[in-house]
């Protein structure tokens, strides 16, 4: 079993910057993509970006394009985000999650139920 502890999170003001950190333990040989989520109260949890660890291809969301980088480490251990010119909005839950299998379709169409194991989340709240 896969486990996920993510951190990282925290208040800053409009403009700012985090790194988010996930960290995978247990048997993660198998893993196949990893992915950042987000969710504000009263909402679905939203694909924020994606990568294949053994491809690094990479995939984001047109509300974080150019402003967000999720990267891994050269063990392929840790996950990252770097999360860049945060704005109000990106005030959120952000969880990260991990999948096994292949996916051949659109990576825009992922969403949460494609991931089967979840972190427990870290806050990031932006303030104006």
């Known amino acids: 079993q896969v486990q996920l502890v993510e951190s990282g999170g925290g208040s800053v003001q409009a403009g700012g910057s985090l790194t988010l950190s996930c960290a995978p333990s247990?048997?993660?040989?198998?893993?196949?993509?990893m992915a950042w989520f987000r969710r504000t109260p009263g909402k679905e949890r939203e694909g924020v970006a994606f990568i294949n660890v053994r491809t690094e291809n990479t995939y984001y969301a047109n509300s974080v394009k150019g402003r967000f980088t999720i990267s891994q480490d050269d063990t392929k251990n840790t996950l990252y985000l770097q999360v860049n010119n945060l704005k109000p909005e990106d005030t959120a839950m952000y969880y990260c999650?991990?999948?096994?299998?292949?996916?051949?379709?659109?990576?825009?169409?992922?969403?949460?139920?494609?991931?089967?194991?979840w972190g427990q989340g870290t806050q990031v709240t932006v303030s104006s």
């Open positions: 247990g048997y993660t040989s198998n893993i196949l993509f």
């Open positions: 999650a991990v999948r096994f299998n292949p996916f051949y379709g659109n990576w825009a169409s992922l969403r949460e139920a494609h991931f089967p194991i």
